[in-house]
């Protein structure tokens, strides 16, 4: 079985691809590919920006401030057979935004413009950028406003998963 791969399709064509690492975020990967499947991102922007650290998008409302309706729980390390196994946040790892609280994340997402290990084991890292760092690179350096907003919005126009034989089921959800 392969690792889902995940491909961000811009407005301007331009692509990001990441493949996922469910063995370390089994939950955070189910809930990703669950929105993306049922077309949650598509249309949605990069509503933060903030070069030298991150890009952030999956906010319906565009401003830090929204989600799916739900959140999940936090997974930042998962350990097998005694041995464990997280992410390191560096540059091109996919991670999970959320608030300061536990168990926040929904379906809001950053991806590593550089690498920030102080949010090792505080965030859920559960993927990384395959193809398309020039693209990250490129959004990453956009003109932005207050809050890290970008001046002219960064679309994405749809985001897509090859699944490459992964079973995903629906995410487990925090009651």
């Known amino acids: 079985m392969g690792r889902p791969v995940v491909t961000i399709e811009m407005e301007d064509g331009k ?17 990703f590919i669950s929105l993306i499947e049922d077309n ?11 070069e030298g650290f991150m890009i952030q998008g ?8 929204g989600g799916p309706g739900y959140e999940i729980p936090d997974e930042f390390y998962t350990e097998k057979d005694g041995v464990g ?18 168990d926040s994340a929904g379906s809001q997402f950053f991806i590593m ?6 949010l090792d084991l505080k965030y859920a890292a559960f993927g990384i950028v ?3 760092m020039d693209v990250v690179d490129e959004i990453a350096s956009v003109e932005i406003a207050s809050k890290n907003k970008p001046v002219e919005d960064v679309i994405i126009k749809t985001i897509t998963v090859d699944l490459n034989g992964y079973e995903y089921s629906q995410p487990i959800k925090v009651e």
């Open 15 to 31: 692509t990001i691809k990441m493949k996922l690492v469910p063995e370390v975020a089994p939950n955070t990967v189910n809930n």
């Open 40 to 50: 949650f991102y598509d249309g949605l922007t990069f509503h933060r920006v903030w």
């Open 85 to 102: 196994y997280h992410l390191s946040h560096v540059r091109g790892i996919l991670s999970m935004a959320k608030t300061q609280f536990p």
């Open 113 to 118: 413009h550089e690498d920030s290990t102080q």
């Open 130 to 132: 395959i193809e398309g």
């Open 58 to 65: 999956g906010d319906p409302n565009g401003d830090g401030s």
